[in-house]
């Protein structure tokens, strides 16, 4: 069956631009979390959702947001970049509840110039 | 808020050596998982720990949880290098923490 599907894979914006990333979970995943990823940082947490509702998020500032549609589908936007915004975002689904492992897409690595 | 913190965050072994990454939370976890990346590519599941006290094997990988469920260690027997890549722990309690990662590079 498909994987994580993320997109775009790769986008370069400037400061103050806005970008939206998307993220398709496997087939019959409900729960899709997202990361950001930066040398040295690890994976730092973003948000997670569960059937169109955010269950948790990181501590991450309100220019991040996200969203999830009814298909599971979600998207999330980070409004006013700055340098530091620079990252791979992962995305990464499971079936539901709060365990089970996590498959992740190949991410969306994004340069803010 | 939780916090999941990983020792250490390099490692150069030869190959043939064993290597040992270690996990500690700041507050007790429901379950612990285990992830591979490989350099250029995405975390990969390995495994995860639920009980208290907990060792799994898989081939030469040893994984254990301690007995108050606040940390956690992988070890590696006599590393090949295909075992190269960095080894993120993810703990888990409402929601899921990554430590920061151990990279491991072997030397043929």
């Known amino acids: 069956k498909a994987g994580v599907t993320q997109t775009p894979r790769y986008l370069i914006k400037t400061r103050g631009q806005q970008v939206t990333l998307s993220c398709s979970p496997i087939s019959g995943h409900r729960s899709v979390s997202w990361y950001q990823q930066t040398p040295g940082q690890g994976l730092q947490f973003l948000f997670e959702?569960?059937?169109?509702?955010?269950?948790n998020k990181g501590n991450f500032p309100g220019r991040f947001s996200g969203r999830q549609f009814s298909n599971s589908r979600s998207e999330m936007n980070v409004s006013t970049l700055e340098l530091g915004d620079s990252a791979l975002y992962l995305c990464?689904?499971?079936?539901?509840?709060?365990?089970?492992?996590?498959?992740f897409g190949e991410g969306s690595r994004l340069t803010v110039l | 808020g939780q916090q999941v913190m990983q020792i250490p965050q390099y490692q150069h072994v030869q190959e043939g050596e064993d290597f040992t990454t270690y996990c500690n939370s700041s507050?007790?976890?429901?379950?612990i998982q285990w992830y591979k990346q490989r350099p250029g590519g995405h975390p990969v599941f390995l495994i995860q720990l639920v009980k208290s006290g907990e060792v799994k094997k898989q081939k030469r990988l040893t994984f254990q949880f301690g007995e108050a469920k606040k940390n956690s260690s992988l070890h590696i027997t006599a590393t090949q290098t295909t075992d190269v890549g960095t080894y993120f722990c993810?703990?888990?309690?409402?929601?899921?923490?990554f430590g920061a990662g151990t990279r491991l590079t072997v030397k043929p």
């Open positions: 959702y569960f059937s169109e509702t955010q269950r």
């Open positions: 507050t007790t976890l429901s379950n």
């Open positions: 990464a689904s499971r079936r539901g509840g709060d365990t089970g492992e996590l498959f």
């Open positions: 993810a703990g888990n309690n409402n929601d899921m923490r």
